[in-house]
C-alpha cells in the first residue's frame, strides 16, 4: 500500500519558519521525484519544490527559490522541505506528493511532473 504521510505544518509569523516532513512507503522511493505541492484558496494547485533522490536533482518553483530548501533522506524513505522567510501568500494546503521520474530534475524543463500518489495534505498558515 502506497502512503505518503506529512507533517510539520501550523501557525507562523511573516517571516517565520516551517519544516514539512512527507515519510513514503510503498513504492520504489529514488525512482519518484518526490515534493510539495500547495493550494491556496480559490487558486489551483501548484507544484511547490520537489527531489529526485536517484541523482540528489531537485526542483524549485520561482516563487520560492532562495527561501524553501527541499532535502532527502533515502534510508528513511522521507523527505524535507524546509521552509524561511514565510509570506502570508505562502498560506495553503501542502500536499505531498510523488511522481514517476524517468529523468534527472536538472535537465531544462524539468517540474514535479504529474503526480502518481498524494499525501493528504497539512495547513500552513503565515500572518502578517
Known amino acids: 500500500e502506497v502512503q505518503l504521510v506529512e507533517s510539520g505544518g501550523g501557525l507562523v509569523q511573516a517571516g517565520g519558519s516551517l519544516r514539512l516532513s512527507c515519510a513514503a512507503s510503498?513504492?520504489?522511493?529514488?525512482?519518484?521525484?518526490i515534493g510539495w505541492f500547495r493550494q491556496a484558496p480559490g487558486k489551483e494547485r501548484e507544484g511547490v519544490s520537489c527531489?529526485?533522490?536517484?541523482?540528489?536533482?531537485?526542483y524549485s518553483a520561482d516563487s520560492v527559490k532562495g527561501r524553501f530548501t527541499i532535502s532527502s533522506d533515502s534510508a528513511e524513505n522521507t523527505v524535507y522541505l524546509q521552509m524561511n522567510s514565510l509570506k502570508p501568500e505562502d498560506t495553503a494546503v501542502y500536499y505531498c506528493?510523488?511522481?514517476?521520474?524517468?529523468?534527472?530534475?536538472?535537465?531544462?524543463?524539468?517540474?514535479?511532473?504529474?503526480?502518481?500518489?498524494w499525501g493528504q495534505g497539512t495547513q500552513v498558515t503565515v500572518s502578517s
Open positions: 506528493a510523488a511522481a514517476w521520474a524517468p529523468t534527472s530534475l536538472s535537465l531544462p524543463g524539468s517540474s514535479c511532473g504529474t503526480p502518481d500518489y
Open positions: 510503498g513504492f520504489t522511493f529514488d525512482d519518484y521525484a
Open positions: 527531489i529526485l533522490s536517484s541523482d540528489g536533482s531537485t
